[in-house]
């Protein structure tokens, strides 16, 4: 099992920028494809980002292509999210999600196809 626990959230204004990190421990993260997702109040949780285990191949939903970044340090078993150019649209707690190296085949863009959940992070964007 892997326990994930994001950092970096906080309240900022339109335009600017944030780093969300999200740091493993109980098993090497490098074993896990990675991805990130959001809440809004009253939405269901959607996808954000996502990344294989070595990081060469990332997935991004169009609201956000362009705008953010994954990457990970699987030395450090973390994996970031480096959020540009924030909109009040961007407003959510995001999660950061492990998923398991037993699934043989994954989008990377559904929530049912990760196993392990961090806790949260408020991201809050004024305009």
């Known amino acids: 099992q892997v326990k994930l626990v994001e950092s970096g959230g906080g309240l900022v204004q339109a335009g600017d920028s944030l780093r969300l990190s999200c740091a493993a421990s109980?098993?090497?993260?490098?074993?896990?494809?990675m991805g990130w997702f959001r809440q809004a109040p009253g939405k269901d949780r959607e996808f954000v980002t996502a990344?294989?285990?070595?990081?060469?191949?990332?997935y991004y939903a169009d609201s956000v292509m362009g705008r953010f970044t994954i990457s990970r340090d699987n030395a450090k078993n973390t994996v970031y999210l480096q959020m540009n150019s924030l909109k009040p649209e961007d407003t959510a707690v995001y999660f950061c999600?492990?998923?398991?190296?037993?699934?043989?085949?994954?989008?990377?863009?559904?929530?049912?196809?990760?196993?392990?959940w961090g806790q949260g992070a408020q991201v809050t964007v004024s305009s």
């Open positions: 990344t294989t285990r070595t990081g060469d191949t990332s």
């Open positions: 999600a492990a998923s398991s190296p037993s699934r043989l085949y994954r989008t990377y863009r559904t929530s049912n196809e990760y196993d392990y």
């Open positions: 109980g098993r090497a993260a490098s074993d896990y494809a």
